[in-house]
């Protein structure tokens, strides 16, 4: 059993399941719908499953897209940032400081990360230096109760 957030957990409801929420209301009901996030400090942190929500839904634009390689997938899913020598493809618009959504070959969003360098500065860049910080990915997961 998970311990309790300190934070105000944010959930994405339907009508429709907000209906059935109040027929229930009676009931212990912990969470419903889709997860997007958390207050901390009266900053809001989007969680991966709200990002994917908005890029889907084309409600987010500003987020800038990087494909990794398969090594690069792999690491990232076990928590660690982008080096450049994981990049298969990346944005030429890219700046400093952008929120990335990360995919691997699939075409699947697999992390949320913020840019270090913009393009121009990546491409003087070392293979193995960072380019990019992992905010989160699905690989949290599997490593949170570990």
């Known amino acids: 059993m998970e311990a309790e957030s300190k934070f105000p957990s944010i959930f994405l409801i339907s009508k429709d399941q907000l209906k059935l929420l109040r027929?229930?209301?009676n009931n212990k009901i912990i969470s419903?719908?889709?997860y997007f996030g958390f207050i901390k400090k009266g900053n809001f942190y989007l969680s991966l499953e709200g990002a994917e929500f908005l890029y889907n839904n084309n409600l987010f634009s500003d987020l800038?897209?990087?494909h990794l390689n398969d090594k690069g997938e792999k690491s990232i899913l076990y928590g660690?940032?982008?080096?450049?020598?994981?990049?298969?493809a990346i944005p030429g618009s890219l700046k400093q400081n952008d929120i990335l959504l990360i995919f691997n070959r699939n075409d699947e969003i697999i992390a949320l990360a913020q840019s270090k360098y913009n393009y121009q500065n990546i491409q003087k860049l070392k293979p193995k230096e960072i380019i990019a910080i992992n905010l989160n990915d699905k690989g949290y997961y599997l490593r949170r109760n570990q």
């Open 23 to 25: 027929t229930l209301k």
């Open 32 to 34: 419903a719908g889709l």
């Open 64 to 66: 800038k897209r990087i």
């Open 80 to 88: 660690n940032s982008v080096l450049k020598n994981m990049i298969h």
